[in-house]
């Protein structure tokens, strides 16, 4: 995911040094978010049992591997690890995380992949493709995965509360189930059965000040305008508050999966 600076993150100076401010404090907010949400845990269950159920396990391919904690969570699985990751500070994190893995600098679009992998990751990644591309992305990903592979889609539920907020302060809307329509139209042997399924998920704030900097990330959509803290703080407040001072948003995951015919 390539960063956007917020309405409250970044500060003066040179361009160089805004960029490095709104990249740095996205990361951070990006960490704060994974520190306080279930998400990897229950995802990272739902891949486990998928893992072990797929009938060749030679290469694993993450488009958007971020800092790499689910690449680090299956690499043990596979003997081969490819990932696409744009963003160079998530690059560098994602060496650290999982350093034998083979990076790809470009965005998915522009990406040479020469792997046939057997599971395929295209992680929240189709909010920031125009989606008149999903369709298209879906199929170039589809090119890269080996007879019998399985690509799975994940995206945030439409209608759960977080998305909730991304509509009203962006007008943006994301649904998976827009992309499982055009499946039919993508070319002949590269899509076979498909299912979609939910995974739950849910992020804990301890504090109103750390809710907010995780959801200056969650809104970080790329061309919609930025909110004003103001009325995300209001928002935040409404919505969010447990009245202990802890605050909680739920951000249950679509994941659609696909898989590519054997033969």
Not at 133 to 160: F, H, I, K, Y
Request: hydrophobic share 40%.
């Amino acid at each position: 995911m390539e960063p956007r600076k917020t309405a409250w993150t970044g500060g003066a100076g040179t361009d160089d040094d805004a960029c490095r401010e709104a990249d740095d404090a996205y990361r951070e907010a990006f960490d704060m978010f994974l520190s306080g949400t279930d998400e990897k845990a229950t995802v990272h269950a739902y891949l486990r049992q998928l893992v072990d159920r797929l009938p060749a396990r030679r290469t694993l391919l993450d488009i958007g591997a971020a800092q790499g904690t689910t690449t680090r969570y299956l690499a043990p699985y596979f003997e081969r690890i490819v990932c696409v990751e744009p963003s160079e500070p998530m690059r560098r994190a994602l060496a650290r995380e999982c350093p034998q893995a083979e990076v790809v600098a470009e965005p998915v679009g522009e990406a040479r992949v020469d792997a046939r992998a057997d599971l395929a990751l295209l992680s929240h990644v189709l909010y920031y493709i125009p989606r008149t591309r999903w369709a298209v992305t879906t199929a170039r990903v589809m090119e890269w995965l080996a007879p019998g592979g399985v690509l799975l889609v994940l995206l945030q539920t439409p209608d759960n509360a977080c998305m909730r907020m991304v509509r009203h302060f962006t007008g943006h809307h994301f649904d998976v189930r827009d992309l499982v329509g055009e499946l039919a139209t993508l070319p002949p042997g590269l899509v076979g059965r498909t299912e979609l399924e939910t995974v739950p998920a849910r992020y804990h704030g301890r504090d109103l000040e750390e809710t907010l900097r995780v959801v200056g990330f969650l809104l970080s959509v790329p061309g919609a305008p930025s909110p004003t803290r103001e009325a995300v703080e209001a928002y935040v407040r409404r919505h969010f508050d447990n009245e202990d001072g802890t605050y909680t948003i739920r951000h249950d995951q679509h994941v659609l999966r696909i898989e590519r015919p054997a033969s």
